[in-house]
């Protein structure tokens, strides 16, 4: 019961900070950096004590660590939320809580704590610099103006990260993946004076948001068939899914647990940028440089392919080795083809950060492809790999970015962009960690042999996908690594080796340890990341070090999957695209000047792929510019305004017209007439009578005489008859 | 505990403060202001007691008063609320409270302002307590009338009278229509009773039924803003000064809904099932609708306004499921959005006094200058777009759940794209108008919200966040009176 408490407190202590730091410490930079590592370190405690914990247990995939408690009331009964440990969350809470750790500590650098206020630094822009004092002359970085609200916006990042991984249910899963969203709003436009930060901002949101609301209807679509949203109670119950996998939706041809798995899935493409929803990914570089790329390439996008890895069981629902699910053959193609779309445009960029953006978005393609073919620990795998180098690369290149930022205050000229790797170059002398740091996890990325944890993840869902006979998703996933390690070779070649070639180049310096310090660690865990999940029949050192993760994260299915057998094909290949692309990219770069060589021998293909296929404004013509003229011309114009408030407005000319017809048609001739009528009648009498009225006495007397005579001859008459 | 006579209490006192207001000094600002405030604030408190009263265990109607009013029609003034109008009143409680507090700066014949606005809260609040069906249309009126005042003597110059008139005539006609579907089932039903305990035992023809519902439903779905009925309601928005704008959105068009509700779907609940399938369908129209056109308006307030359309389209849309969560959902839906759209008018109002613009281009960098206002308006953003942790999602998650347990999925997912849309013009709006640049023309003209207009804010905020987090400060006492509901449409 104690780990389940320990469970609970993991998210807390970032939404505290998060408080606490809004609400007091706002003004004071020290003390807000201090609670916000704080938070994140006694979280990471907690997070360690509950990974340790879940090592001591045998068969841990059928002890899992579980509590809930009862939160909203529906039709059967309540809703109950809850926090549940299993194999595959303490893998995962345990590289989220490195990385989390590491970006709070680099953000302290990195925002140039220590440093002085700058001159004219306003917040919501990046700082400028500010003069040094002690040598007049020069400038020196600023301190971010609002220091203390980013560690407030990464923490309530962490809580909702947190929130995500602990969940024992897809509902607060929704909650801490929507509370990410909402952070990555945040910090996108965390300098929000910039109008590119803002749009990028409101398009990554906006993005992701598309799939956001196709996974609540897929979560919707779930509770109602099988009136839970439990992760066990679901997954973990053969019935359960059996009855999904054999009833029918309302698409003809699909299963329910297909079309929930689509829907479900269609959030993932929207959280972790793949096709065709994967264009904010690269816009959401414009936020602070390695702090918020680095979430956006080692955490918040990890959530993406953690639901479907958690989704799995369901996703795979009647599959059985045969013949893959609808939903499942859906994924192995949009992973496979992301995978391959987005190595390309990343052959064609010159911003280091978007080189990264790009490949991460490749990257995720890969573990979506592993799980659509059925690779899930291979998947998994991938996932722990990737998210250890790519923070490494993307703080890397903050702190190459950094670096470079020194030379820029050093030399005033603003105009030089210190992101684009070709006004780099010979870096390797002057930031020797950043450089070494950035090697390992290039090396990594590039799947270098043996050494690096990437080519341990990268070789098993190519093994696999060999296997098991998918020869096209194999096929274009070593096309994808072949590109991946030629523009990582590309990419390190232009910014650290050969000669500076601009002055900026030259005077960039090395960062302070808070920056390199985070480094160093990642690096160590992108290298020994992949000695966890060596397969045991790899010649040589197969079974030197027993294959831990395949059969730890195995437990967390029902049915323990089973390792692939060695070939030697897909390892030649592996081999030959790493070590293949590498040497390419650095034959390729080694003496590149301000243009890149590709350009001359790709032409027009590679303007097509620095515009990124054209994607962006392709969205724009058929979505954007039509979503509103559609709104504008012809709802609001012309349905609101023509036809409704033309039928109102005809209707009250309408009655308008009937009241005049009334008054001139029927109130003047009939009912005036009528009553003029009744009016002119009486006149007449009145007429009549005044000839009667003369006023003397005598005549009325007469009058009455003559009436009372008349009476009376009357009635003789009558008697005499 | 209940106190005695609470509901009349709260019917009754802000028509007397109106009437005792029209005899205060005309020219003594400070004290007609002050006084109004002091009401609202005894009303607010009054609601609390209703609210926190209400047993979620209890019979369906409680606080029940009844008075004989025309015995010899059937006619008597009963009260009672059940589990879904109780949080209405309230709603109404807040709303009337944070509408005065904000109200500050009107200036002209201020002292008839704040007693027509009583007597609009009075009507208000007889429609949603009253159990006669009588006494629901007499109030209903009451709570239409003023609103015609409101609008045309101190809304906005240039559409002023034509909007006053568009409302009040939609309003009027709708009335009439639900008033002919109500006189026949007084008469059909040969209780002679205008009693809707009584009516809904009534056992209609389901010929009757089948023919009468649309009437009823239509006639006050109409306020509720339903398509394509609904556009009185954007315009009036524009028009109305900021509190009678909170109130419109906020309380007045959920009258709407939680009448065709009350007389329409619990007194004929086998029409209902007859007619939904069309009904949800114009619904839809409403939800993704007016979710479009909110995205291409650049004034605050009729993207606002639009907004509601949506967001009440969603309230019929949960009604039209006749499913326990569609029905659970709409009616914390109704709160939800009450809470959001007064919150979201009041900020927009207080921009307006400053700016004297509330064209969203023309706006820009508020957050530095008003944080609090800003921050309020982005809470009220999340909620529109159904975040989870604010109350938006508790009413909005199972109204699609109804939909998808009522066999109605491709309307799920139609309506779903109206979420993301909202996101759209959410952000657009909180990115310029707060985030923005600010303009040169306003460069010193803009000043921080008062602390009071912060108190209002706040309270509204809180509401929205104790629900997103709490959800069990609502959901039994709405689940207590949608499964009254849920007993007369013969389901479990």
Known sequence: MTTEILIWLIPLPPLLAFFLILLFTRRNNALSHTVGVAAAAISWLLGMLVFMAALGVDHFGEHVFASAINWLPLADGFLSIGVMIDPLSAIVLFFVNWTVLMIFIYSIGYHNFGQPKGDHDHPGLPPHGAKDAKHPGHTVPSVEPMYARFFAFIALFAFGMYTLVVSDNLLTLFVGWEIMGLCSYLLIGFWYAKPSARDAAMKAFMTTRIGDVFMLLGIVALYAATGTLNFRDILYNAEVLDMLAHSPSFIGGLSLAGLISILLFIGTVGKSAQWPLHVWLPDAMEGPTPVSAMIHAATMVSAGIYMVLRMFPLISAGWHHGELTTAMTIMAFIGAFTALFAATIAVAQRDIKRVLAYSTISQLGYMIAALGIGAYVAAAFHLVTHAFFKALLFLGSGSVIHGVEHGVLHTGDHKVDPQDMFNMGGLKDKMPITFWTFLIGGLALSGFPLLTSGFWSKDEILADAFAHGHFAVFIVLALAALLTAFYTMRQITLTFLGKPRTKEAEHASENVPAMTVPLVVLSVFAVAAGWVGIPEHFPLIGGLLPNWFHHFLGGALLEHPSAVDFNWIPLIVSLVVALGGLGLGYLVYRNAGQTDPLRKALGPVYTLLENKYYFDELYQRIFVKPAQAFSENFSYRFLDGVVIDGLLHRAARGAMGLGLIFRNKFEGPVIDYAADLLARITQAVGRLLRILQTGQVQQYLLWVALVVFGGFFYYLLNILQ | ?492
């Open chain 2, 1 to 492: 505990m209940q106190i005695p006579y609470l509901l009349s209490a709260i019917v009754l006192l802000p028509i007397l403060a109106g009437a005792v207001m029209l005899f205060l000094p005309p020219k003594n600002r400070d004290l007609i202001y002050r006084f109004a405030l002091g009401a609202a604030f005894v009303t607010f408190l009054l609601t609390l007691a209703v609210y926190f009263g209400f047993d979620a265990a209890g019979p369906q109607y409680q606080f029940i008063e009844d008075y004989a009013w025309l015995p010899a029609l059937g006619i008597s003034f009963k009260l009672g609320v059940d589990g879904i109008s109780a949080p209405l009143v309230l709603l109404t409680g807040v709303v009337i409270f944070t509408g005065v507090i904000i109200s500050q700066r009107i200036e002209d014949r201020v002292r008839e302002f704040f007693a027509f606005l009583f007597i609009l809260a009075s009507g208000v609040f007889g429609v949603f307590v009253a159990l006669d069906m009588f006494a629901l249309f007499f109030f209903y009126e009451i709570a239409v009338f003023p609103m015609y005042l409101l609008i045309a003597m101190w809304g906005w110059k240039q559409t002023r009278e034509y909007a006053a008139m568009k409302l009040t005539l939609y309003l009027f006609v709708g009335s009439v229509i639900a008033l002919v579907g109500a006189l026949a089932m007084y008469f059909a039903s040969g209780l002679n009773t205008f009693d809707m305990t009584l009516l809904a035992t009534a056992n209609f023809s389901p010929a009757f039924q089948n023919l009468w519902f649309p009437f009823v439903f239509f006639g006050f779905a109409v306020l509720g803003g339903i398509f394509p009925f609904h556009n009185w309601s954007p315009v009036g928005h524009v028009a109305a000064p900021t509190a009678v704008s909170m109130f419109h959105a906020g309380v007045l068009m959920k009258l709407g809904a939680f009448a065709a509700l009350r007389v329409g779907i619990m007194l004929l609940p086998i029409g209902a099932q007859t007619h939904m399938w069309w009904i949800i369908l114009l619904t839809l129209v409403n939800v993704v609708y007016g979710a479009f056109i909110a995205m291409t308006q650049t004034d605050f307030k009729y993207m606002i306004g639009y907004s509601s359309v949506s967001h009440m389209g969603l309230v019929a849309m949960g009604f039209a499921t006749l499913d326990y969560n569609g029905l659970v959902g709409a009616s914390v839906q109704m709160v939800s959005h009450g809470v959001m759209t007064a919150l979201f008018f009041a900020v927009v109002g207080m921009i307006y006094d400053q700016a004297h613009t509330r064209e969203i281009p023309k706006l820009g960098g508020l957050m530095k200058i008003m944080p609090f206002a800003g921050v309020g308006f982005i809470i009220g953003g999340l909620v529109s777009m159904g975040m989870p942790g604010f109350s938006g999602f508790i009413a909005e998650f199972p109204i699609f759940m109804g939909l998808w347990a009522a066999n109605y999925p491709w309307i799920a997912i139609i309506s779903v794209v109206s979420i993301a849309v909202t996101a759209a013009y959410i952000l657009r709006a909180v990115g310029q108008v707060f985030f923005g640049e600010l303009p040169a023309d306003l460069e010193g003209h803009m000043h921080d919200v008062k602390p009071s207009e912060k108190l209002a804010i706040g309270i509204l905020c809180f509401i929205m966040i104790a629900i997103g987090i709490y959800p069990n400060v609502i959901m039994p006492m709405v689940q207590h009176g949608v499964n009254a509901v849920l007993a007369l449409l013969g389901g479990a």
